[in-house]
């Protein structure tokens, strides 16, 4: 069972476009929400991250939307840019150590 | 700091052969992590320690065994190689208390035939 479920599996967007990366989950007992960027071949590397006291968090071009409520968050990435094509992970940790992943979309900046 | 590094890159097993995937990190980082990498289903968690001396399983744990005899080092063992864990493997570590990020190695790309 996924605990994480993300969308889309997979995205193209122009260059200068914005990106839009959705994640929902069940389980009220989780506290941290990362989101994690991989290029092939590399381990994932931590974008952003939220706590869900916290509806939004900008970092840069990157902004994390979080709706409590709804159990959603997004991934919202303006101004992309080639260098942004990777593969986008959503997660999320209980209390505990555990970090659930969702199963990933890769994004594709067309230039 | 090297960071999280992993041994081997890569390894071509055959089916009911053994390995030792390995994983060192330099960051005196009390938490470390194993998952797997399988295309479209994101990350799994096979086991994790919170310390020397302390293991426990994930979510998908069997066929595999770890230990955790420094802080350093938590390498992951394949017992009996089967098709079914071929897969990228991922180390990951975190400082503990106050410090949420985990930090990946390179990876281990594991072909079992």
């Known amino acids: 069972q996924q605990q994480v479920k993300q969308s889309p599996q997979s995205l193209i967007v122009q260059k200068g476009g914005i990106s839009i990366i959705n994640c929902a989950y069940e389980n009220t007992a989780f506290d941290y929400f990362p989101w994690y960027q991989q290029f092939p071949g590399k381990g994932p590397a931590l974008l952003i991250a939220i706590r869900p006291d916290v509806s939004e968090k900008k970092e840069g071009r990157f902004t994390i939307s979080f709706n409590k409520s709804a159990k959603q968050f997004s991934l919202h990435i303006m101004d992309s840019q080639p260098g942004d094509s990777a593969t986008y992970f959503c997660a999320a940790k209980t209390g505990a150590n555990n970090l659930f992943f969702g199963t990933g979309t890769r994004l594709t900046v067309i230039p | ?113």
């Open chain 2, 1 to 113: 700091n090297a960071g999280v590094t992993q041994t081997p890159k890569f390894r071509i097993l055959k089916i009911g052969q053994s390995m030792t995937l390995q994983c060192t990190q330099d960051m005196n980082h009390n938490y470390m992590y194993w998952y797997r990498q399988d295309p479209g289903m994101g990350l799994k968690l096979i086991y994790y320690s919170v310390g020397a001396g302390i293991t426990d399983k994930g979510e998908v744990p069997n066929g595999y065994n770890v230990s955790r005899s420094t802080t350093e080092d938590f390498p992951l063992r394949l017992e009996l190689a089967a098709p079914s864990q071929t897969s990228v493997y991922f180390c990951a570590s975190r400082p503990g208390r106050g410090g949420n990020e985990q930090f990946f190695g390179p990876g281990t790309r594991l072909t079992v035939l």
